[in-house]
């Protein structure tokens, strides 16, 4: 059975610090791409980060020196911790796992991403 389970979201002021987990069983974690993507409230849903499986990273420009998105193969875990929070950060988090044995082309793109976690919800306060 698949699962992700994003976990680590909360309330924070403006300047803090939050991480998130994602959790996953059931998907040969260390054999695909993993990838974090936010939906703000009356917004599209946009890509964060991504980890492939060589290791190799991508952030969006908007995160980019802020966030950063780390995996542990041997605990089927990916992270994203999240420093110098903005309240323009507020929006549901959520972990994406790509396609087996598959490269990631176009990254920021959800179709590359074949199972989604349920989110967790991340406020940033002024």
């Known amino acids: 059975q698949v699962q992700l389970v994003e976990s680590g979201g909360g309330l924070v002021q403006a300047g803090g610090s939050l991480r998130l987990s994602c959790a996953t069983s059931?998907?040969?974690?260390?054999?695909?791409?993993m990838a974090w993507f936010r939906q703000a409230p009356g917004k599209e849903r946009e890509f964060v980060a991504v980890m492939r499986r060589s290791g190799s990273t991508y952030h969006a420009d908007s995160v980019k020196d802020r966030f950063a998105i780390s995996r542990d193969n041997a605990k089927n875990t990916v992270y994203l911790q999240m420093n110098s929070l903005k309240p323009e950060d507020t929006a549901v988090y959520y972990c994406?796992?790509?396609?087996?044995?598959?490269?990631?082309?176009?990254?920021?793109?959800?179709?590359?991403?074949?199972?989604w976690g349920q989110g967790t919800q991340v406020t940033v306060s002024t």
């Open positions: 994406a796992a790509g396609r087996l044995l598959a490269t990631v082309v176009v990254v920021t793109q959800e179709s590359e991403y074949v199972y």
């Open positions: 059931g998907i040969t974690f260390s054999s695909r791409a």
